[in-house]
């Protein structure tokens, strides 16, 4: 079955703007949570959804946000674009059984802010 | 908060040679996995190890759950091999969980 996708993989912004990343999940996971890598504060939660439900939210400003469709693709918003945005944002999905599944990454968008 | 600490962060290999990768975590955890990050970014599942040993191929980890720590064994390394490795455990929220990273190890494998 196909694996999780991202899109787009690569984008830049400048500062100031607003950006929506995409992200599909393997067929029949539920789940979808985010994760921010940059190379100072490595990999970090942002949040996860599971059926158009947020159950938990990392230590990011409200600049951060996201959603989920039925479908289970979800979306994060990033507004008011920083510098400091600058990153690769990472989805993963899988089945939503916390603690008893293993999370799918995709390949990741790669989002640059000038 | 939990700390996942990996060892070492650094690692050249010559192409052949065997190597051991370490994750200590400093508190109970739900399940423990590692992943190979490639050099397009893309994080690849290694394994899903809440305790026990596993193997796969060249590969094969242990996870000591009571010692809090986890051991990544990678034998006759192949240049494709070189990336970062990252151990993750995952804490468990709200019925949800969230992966916590340790800082990985950088490995490059030299032919």
């Known amino acids: 079955k196909a694996g999780v996708t991202q899109t787009p993989r690569y984008l830049i912004k400048t500062r100031g703007q607003q950006v929506t990343l995409s992200c599909s999940p393997i067929?029949?996971?539920?789940?979808v949570s985010w994760y921010q890598q940059t190379p100072g504060q490595g990999l970090q939660f942002l949040f996860e959804y599971f059926s158009e439900t947020q159950r938990n939210k990392g230590n990011f400003p409200g600049r951060f946000s996201g959603r989920q469709f039925s479908n289970s693709r979800s979306e994060m918003n990033v507004s008011t674009l920083e510098l400091g945005d600058s990153a690769l944002y990472l989805c993963?999905?899988?089945?939503?059984?916390?603690?008893?599944?293993?999370?799918?990454f995709g390949p990741g968008t790669r989002l640059t802010v000038l | 908060g939990i700390q996942v600490e990996q060892s070492p962060p650094d690692l050249i290999l010559q192409e052949g040679a065997n190597s051991t990768l370490r994750c200590n975590f400093s508190d109970s955890v739900n399940n423990l996995q590692w992943f190979h990050q490639n050099p397009w970014g893309q994080l690849i599942n290694l394994f899903y190890?809440?305790?026990g040993t596993k193997q796969n191929g060249r590969l094969s980890a242990t996870t000591v759950a009571t010692e809090r720590y986890s051991l990544l064994y990678i034998s006759s390394s192949q240049t494709t091999d070189s990336g970062v490795y990252f151990c993750a455990v995952e804490l468990i929220y709200n019925q949800g969980g969230k992966l916590i990273f340790g800082q990985g190890t950088e490995l490059s494998v030299k032919p």
């Open positions: 067929s029949g996971h539920r789940s």
């Open positions: 993963a999905s899988s089945s939503g059984l916390a603690g008893a599944d293993t999370q799918y």
């Open positions: 190890i809440p305790s």
